[in-house]
């Protein structure tokens, strides 16, 4: 796997490098086919995989990564965790309160760091898709 970037000599030119880190959806870890429950980083270069579930009756959607923003100007982008120093942004839908939320997930530790309510459902597959908001 690999990441193209712009390389800081020249704006026109990329550079290849290899991305340690993949995220993807999760169902679960039993081996049985389930709606999605979840994320994980699969780290390319050990195996190891790190989950963040959403919860019980709650049904995940894509995530989109979004990179966090340098600490310092001199930050080596080349470092072997570079993949992992992102957020990951995801939509759920949780069944029992009948209401989806978008979750906001540190990539590095796969711990969610916030959850904003929607006071109504998403349509599962979200993917450009909106709920009209009801007639008054």
Known sequence: ?????????????????????AFMSVSNE???????CGWVRMDLWTGDVKPC??????????????????????E???????????????MFYDAEQKRSALAV??????ERVATLWLKHASPHGLH???KAPPRQ
Not at 4 to 15: C, D, G, P
Not at 53 to 72: C, D, H, L, N, Q
Not at 76 to 90: F, H, K, Q, Y
């Open 76 to 90: 080596n982008e080349d470092d072997d965790e570079a993949s992992a120093r992102c957020w990951l942004l995801g």
């Open 30 to 36: 039993v081996g049985i086919a389930s709606a999605p």
């Open 53 to 74: 579930y959403t919860g019980t009756r709650r049904f995940s959607e894509e995530i989109v990564v979004v990179p966090k923003a340098s600490k310092s100007s001199n």
């Open 1 to 21: 796997s690999s990441l193209l970037s712009s390389s800081s000599s020249s704006s026109s030119s990329l550079r290849r490098r290899e991305a340690r880190y």
């Open 128 to 130: 450009g898709s909106w």
């Open 105 to 110: 997930v540190d990539g590095e530790t796969m």
